[in-house]
């Protein structure tokens, strides 16, 4: 119990008063390395969100008990806890979105951290800017009953895809997360870079044609293999998707 009480003693506010704020995002930064969890606060503070910043478990359950903030940007360990065995007790405290930031590249964490609760993972290092950039993203997309298409049924907290007629199409993870990115996207195109980290947890890289072979099957097991079909190629960017084969 002191233990829990001096962490959560830890906490830092890094949130201005203020009726201006008050409409901002509430977003939690959770990292036990202080210099990393100060700076990325710092940064994500000055593009329009409030922050508080935790450096422990028990801060991040002092915060939750506090308000209940739109995002959780969390370490995957925090001294000794490995948060990843811990999200479904995390998800079943918030409705929060909640992006692991790890320096772990285990595809066997972030297929188990997104099925018990996270988002999204980002690999460290990682800028500032581009955790905003995933924030933002995340934040505008709509609730996945709105993001579906008449007939198909893409459900995402199962991680299953359904045709019109009831049929189920196996996607491995790889092709799921592509899916799941280019249709939450609403007609926006995603670059092979945002692709390969959430597919295949890596950097994009010139002549990597990982990207490129996945959507090929992905077109093909969607019955739809036009290169200007349900997932079109965007010259120089990457890919959108404008609608399921039918929808």
Known sequence: MQAEQQGAARIADTAQDGGARAVEPLVYVVDDQREWADELSDVVGRYGFRIRTSYDWAGLEALLAEAQPEAILLDQHLGKVDTVSRLAQLRAATKAIIIIVT???SEVDRVLGLETGADDFLVK???GREVVAWLRARLRRPAEAEAEPPGWRFAVATRNLFRPNGQPIHLTTAEFELMQALVRAQ???V???????LAFGRPWR???RSVDNAIVVLRRKLGDERVDGCIRTVRGIGYVFVGFPGA
């Open 187 to 189: 007609s926006q195109p």
């Open 206 to 208: 010139f002549g990597d």
């Open 191 to 197: 670059s092979r870079e945002d692709l390969s980290r």
């Open 103 to 105: 320096g772990n590249r």
């Open 125 to 127: 290092p990682v800028s």
